[in-house]
Structures are given as structure tokens and as C-alpha cells.
């Protein structure tokens, strides 16, 4: 039986809310990314998300590239290990940093993966988008970035975002049906007892993408138009915006739900302005209005 999906219609603007997004003053969030010097990937998608809902991200960066490399004439370097180390240690020694919750994304190296295994605190929450492959291009990480996610870093994580090819290349099974996902799933929480919820960042049905939250006490899921413009990008961007959404509210269903129906209103503008790079910024108010008016219902 396939879950039963969240009815908010998240797709009706919300509308105007008077106030402002709280802003924290603490640095809560490390987000261990890519960075380039021109596009929306890696930590230049996730940390204006971020931002946008209040949340004051400290950005590591595994790698410094003039674009995506997705595009041709890429050129940039991998932040050496030793000074991603040094980061590290600074971001956990420093008093004034105070962080609580860790989100990483594209990594470098093998070498970056063990090192952020091994300084990630006991209790942290470690959200872990395990950046490999996507479809239909395929895996595009060495096989030892994806053995150190599979041996270093899920097994450290709260929670698991991947998409239909890297849960398929996690559990050694492609993905093709939302039951397989599911069970798929269900999978990575019997292997790694310390994860808790795995967020599946889209499944095509059709002429619509499906996306899933399952964890130990419940399995629900939502959907949106699939929007056929190749962009790179949405990843980092749901992830961003489903852990902001959910350190606000705390309740699974409407980060699931807006953090998706936010990247899809992010394609659709790129697709209809013909654009190589997401237009994230455009959309961050409607963001910004989805969490008001969430928070005002809570009240």
C-alpha cells in the first residue's frame, strides 16, 4: 500500500502575511558544500536558502570551481585535507560558534568524507545529502566517495536525502516504482540504526515527480508537476530548504511538501526564462510567505 500523500495544497500562493522571518543571531547551521564562482549549486543554492528562513549558516567548502561541471570549461581545485581539517577543528573549538546541526552535500574527496566522520560530535544533527549520481547521467563520484557514504557518513546521519539514482546505488537495487523506493527505504533504516528519516527527493510518475518522507513511525509522500528542463542545482536547493523548513516547524509533512513545491516553482521560472542557471532568488519570498503562514497556523 503506498502512503497517503499530505493534502496541503501547497501550490495556492500563501497569502501576504504582515511581519518579517525571525533572524538567529547564533551560527546553528554548518553546511559542507561545493562552491562555485558563477551558478546555484552546492553552498551558493544552500546558504541564500538558508538565510532566507532566518538561519545564519556557517560554509565550508569541498571544492572552489569557476561552474558546475556540468558545463564545459570548468576549472577550480579540491580544498586539500589539511585545511578542511583545519576548518573543521575551528568550527567545533571556537566558543562563540555554537552549531547544532550539520547539512553536507557534494564532497571533494575521500579524504574530506573520513575527516568529516570523524569531527562530526556525538548528537549532532547531521542531515546527509549523499551527492553521487543522478539520472540519467549516472554516478559521477569516485567509488570511494560513495563507499565512505555508505561506511563513513550514513551511519552517523539523522537523516538521508537522496534521489532516485543514489537510493537505487545505496541499496544496491535500481529504483523505478514508488513501492521500490519505499522499500528501498525501509532498507537504509534497518541497516544504520542511527538514522531516522530518509527524504526521497523525487520519483517521475508519469508527468509528475513524486517525493517521499519515510521513517520508523510513518511514510507520507506529496507531488508536483515534473518540469522537463535539465538544471543543476535542485538538489541543493530542496535540502536546504527542507532542513530550514523543518527547524522551523518541526513537522515533516509541510517541510516535505514546500520545501518541493518551492524547487518546482524554482525550475518552472528557469525553464520559462530559458535559463542556464536556477533562479533561485526570484522565489525565496514565496518561500518566506509558506513559513509565515505555517507559523501563524501553529499559533
Given at each position: 500500500?503506498?502512503?497517503?500523500e499530505?493534502?496541503?495544497n501547497?501550490r495556492?500562493?500563501?497569502?501576504?502575511l504582515?511581519?518579517v522571518?525571525?533572524?538567529?543571531?547564533?551560527?546553528d547551521?554548518?553546511?559542507v558544500?561545493?562552491?562555485?564562482?558563477?551558478g546555484i549549486?552546492?553552498?551558493?543554492a544552500?546558504?541564500p536558502?538558508?538565510?532566507?528562513?532566518?538561519w545564519?549558516?556557517l560554509a565550508?567548502?569541498?571544492v572552489?570551481?569557476?561552474?558546475?561541471?556540468?558545463?564545459?570549461g570548468w576549472?577550480g581545485?579540491v580544498?586539500?585535507?589539511?585545511?578542511?581539517?583545519r576548518?573543521?577543528?575551528?568550527?567545533?573549538?571556537?566558543?562563540?560558534?555554537?552549531?547544532?546541526?550539520?547539512?553536507?552535500?557534494?564532497?571533494?574527496?575521500?579524504?574530506?568524507?573520513?575527516?568529516l566522520a570523524r569531527?562530526?560530535p556525538?548528537?549532532?544533527?547531521?542531515?546527509?545529502?549523499?551527492v553521487m549520481?543522478?539520472?540519467?547521467?549516472?554516478?559521477?563520484?569516485?567509488?570511494?566517495?560513495?563507499q565512505?557514504?555508505r561506511e563513513?557518513?550514513?551511519?552517523?546521519?539523522?537523516?538521508?536525502?537522496?534521489?532516485q539514482f543514489e537510493l537505487?546505488?545505496?541499496?544496491?537495487?535500481p529504483?523505478?516504482?514508488?513501492?521500490?523506493?519505499i522499500?528501498?527505504?525501509?532498507?537504509l533504516?534497518?541497516?544504520?540504526?542511527a538514522?531516522h528519516?530518509?527524504?526521497?527527493?523525487?520519483?517521475?510518475?508519469?508527468?509528475?515527480?513524486?517525493?517521499?518522507?519515510?521513517?520508523?513511525?510513518?511514510?507520507?509522500?506529496?507531488?508536483?508537476?515534473?518540469?522537463?528542463y535539465?538544471v543543476s542545482?535542485?538538489?541543493d536547493?530542496?535540502?536546504?530548504?527542507w532542513?530550514?523548513?523543518?527547524?522551523r516547524?518541526?513537522?515533516l509533512?509541510?517541510?516535505?511538501t514546500y520545501?518541493?513545491?518551492?524547487?518546482?516553482?524554482v525550475?518552472?521560472?528557469?525553464?520559462?526564462?530559458?535559463?542556464?542557471?536556477?533562479?533561485?532568488?526570484p522565489?525565496?519570498?514565496?518561500?518566506?510567505?509558506?513559513?509565515?503562514?505555517l507559523?501563524?497556523?501553529?499559533?
Amino acid at each position: 500500500m503506498l502512503p497517503p500523500e499530505h493534502t496541503q495544497n501547497a501550490r495556492e500562493p500563501p497569502a501576504k502575511l504582515p511581519g518579517v522571518i525571525a533572524v538567529r543571531s547564533t551560527m546553528d547551521i554548518l553546511s559542507v558544500q561545493s562552491a562555485v564562482l558563477h551558478g546555484i549549486v552546492g553552498n551558493n543554492a544552500a546558504v541564500p536558502v538558508l538565510q532566507s528562513l532566518g538561519w545564519a549558516p556557517l560554509a565550508l567548502h569541498t571544492v572552489w570551481y569557476a561552474h558546475h561541471k556540468g558545463h564545459p570549461g570548468w576549472f577550480g581545485e579540491v580544498t586539500p585535507p589539511a585545511v578542511f581539517e583545519r576548518f573543521l577543528q575551528y568550527v567545533w573549538q571556537a566558543a562563540h560558534l555554537q552549531v547544532t546541526t550539520v547539512l553536507s552535500g557534494y564532497l571533494g574527496s575521500f579524504a574530506q568524507a573520513d575527516l568529516l566522520a570523524r569531527y562530526l560530535p556525538e548528537g549532532i544533527y547531521y542531515v546527509c545529502d549523499p551527492v553521487m549520481g543522478d539520472t540519467p547521467g549516472g554516478q559521477y563520484v569516485s567509488d570511494e566517495i560513495v563507499q565512505a557514504y555508505r561506511e563513513r557518513l550514513i551511519p552517523r546521519a539523522t537523516v538521508l536525502l537522496p534521489n532516485q539514482f543514489e537510493l537505487g546505488l545505496l541499496g544496491d537495487s535500481p529504483v523505478q516504482t514508488i513501492s521500490e523506493a519505499i522499500d528501498a527505504a525501509y532498507g537504509l533504516l534497518a541497516r544504520y540504526p542511527a538514522l531516522h528519516t530518509v527524504i526521497i527527493k523525487g520519483i517521475r510518475v508519469t508527468d509528475e515527480l513524486h517525493l517521499l518522507t519515510v521513517c520508523r513511525e510513518q511514510c507520507t509522500r506529496t507531488h508536483h508537476p515534473a518540469v522537463d528542463y535539465r538544471v543543476s542545482g535542485t538538489g541543493d536547493a530542496f535540502s536546504a530548504a527542507w532542513l530550514a523548513l523543518y527547524l522551523r516547524t518541526r513537522s515533516l509533512h509541510p517541510s516535505l511538501t514546500y520545501a518541493g513545491e518551492f524547487v518546482y516553482r524554482v525550475v518552472r521560472r528557469t525553464a520559462q526564462e530559458r535559463q542556464r542557471e536556477l533562479q533561485l532568488l526570484p522565489e525565496l519570498p514565496w518561500l518566506q510567505q509558506a513559513v509565515l503562514r505555517l507559523e501563524q497556523e501553529r499559533v
